[in-house]
């Protein structure tokens, strides 16, 4: 029913990838969760890197118990004090996480001088932006924390299930590390009424800051989708990584992260080699 | 296979520089010759600085304030054509005006919400002969400009360093008092480089963290260095 594509691509301005990704279907394939985070890489968040690998795997890790409880099962009245709980839980999973990593690792002698406050304060060096999604048959479940991208592309038209925050501009961003960064998270229940989305589009915001405008960006999703028409979803494995190079290259300079779920197209190969993540 | 890479025409990310500038009666002689020079003088380490980092577009403006508010380069200038058309002193110090002239160009649009934080840099060597509050809250309902790296550099003793506190707006960055034409160049190429090469950096930062802009802009240089004439 799904076919899954991730890639990420590493900015030649930074010294490792500090964004993560991860998916998970299940032998029943019968839904698909999806995550994407963009640790910050700033001086302060200097352990982005394991702070967005923390936070996609805490987010797959919530929505498959949510859907193996069908809590979200008819919910499309009734949803907000779910997402509050969700929202929250993640929060302080994420946290939890973050806490036994630094008594694991405690800041060595040279992160301690990097920063006064966050030698007071050391969750922020771990901080990160997190989206996702939760697919199945019946509904779809869009989450984000801060920046980056969700586009969702229906018979060539591309709209986007949780609208761009016009506050965050100028590389500012929300993340987990913040104390109250369970408000800041935003949710859309999406029942599937009639077809199925062509293709989900997850990205990290060094993806959109590659064009000039949001137009330029969300021909990727048309793009990508007449690609997997046309060519298959062996062509676009074998070169998303350049493409998704040459696109930081001469476009935001910064690390690039994507996740593309396409329906699957009758008589399309199955999956080959598709690895089922688990925790 | 680049030619079937997904999504339209590729753009590195604006970074708009805007000297704010005060050319007032009290500018004549000296320091407006001074002020010409630093500036001229700066654009080669300035493009040199972009030429380092591809993924922004670092464009140049500047406002003058004196006779008239006015556009001095009003067309958004690539950096690596830019050349320095000198400014000519007279009249007062509308620097409010100024503030309002700058809070016009940095709506959205005519900004886009992808560009890298903007760099405002005011120089000034006096004070403010309209109503500077005004034209300055008029400038910090603009989102730009609040994300902006703000910067003031003195002209002098004689300059209103409450005036330019406030237009910095950031009790870590301290106004950058010249004293001599040759102080005066390394404030402006500090400006022109050190602090354009920290705003183009893609690195995220926290919402809300900095009371001014989101950029770190490093070591200030030194103005404790008064070793040479005090001419101004």
Known sequence: ?279 | MQTKRPGGVLSNRPLHFIWILDVSGSMEGDKIQSLNYAIRNSIPAMKSVADENPNAEVLVRCITFGNEVKWHIGTAVNVADFEWQDVQAGGMTPMGKAMNLLADQLKIPPMTDRALPPVLVLITDGQPTDDFNTGYQSLMQESWAKKAVRLGIAMGEDADSTVIEKFIGNKEIKPLVAHNSDQLVNFIKWASTAVVKAASSPASQLEGETTTGNVPVGSMPDVTDVSQNVVW
């Open chain 1, 1 to 279: 029913m799904w076919q899954i594509v991730a890639e990420s691509v590493q900015s030649a301005n930074h010294p490792l990838n500090q964004d993560a990704s991860k998916y998970f279907i299940p032998k029943d394939r019968d839904h698909v969760v999806i995550a994407v985070a963009d640790g910050h890489g700033s001086k302060k968040c200097f352990r982005s890197d394991i702070g967005s690998k923390f936070a996609v795997e805490v987010l797959i890790k919530n929505f498959r118990h949510y859907f193996s409880r069908k809590i979200f099962d008819n919910l499309l009245t009734g949803f907000s004090g779910t997402k509050e709980i969700m929202a929250k839980t993640i929060h302080r999973q994420w946290l939890e996480k973050v806490k036994i990593h630094l008594n694991s690792n405690p800041f060595t002698p040279e992160e301690e001088l990097i920063d006064a406050k966050v030698l007071k304060n050391q969750v922020i060096s771990y901080g990160t932006t997190l989206l996702g999604a939760l697919i199945t048959k019946d509904y779809i479940i869009y989450l984000q924390l801060g920046d980056g991208d969700i586009l969702v592309l229906n018979d060539n038209v591309v709209t986007r299930p949780i609208p761009k925050d016009e506050n965050l501009i100028a590389n500012e961003t929300y993340s987990l590390c913040d104390p109250q960064a369970e408000s800041y998270f935003k949710f859309c229940y999406q029942p599937i009424i009639g077809q199925f989305p062509d293709l989900i589009l997850l990205s990290t915001d060094g993806y959109s800051n590659s064009f000039p405008n949001d137009q330029e960006f969300q021909k990727t999703a048309l793009d990508y989708h007449n690609l997997y028409k046309e060519e298959g979803l062996d062509f676009i494995r074998k070169n998303i990584s350049g493409w998704l190079k040459d696109t930081t290259i001469n476009g935001s300079g910064d690390d690039l992260t994507t996740i593309l779920v396409f329906k699957e197209i009758q008589n399309e190969s199955t999956i080959k080699g598709e690895a089922n993540i688990t925790d």
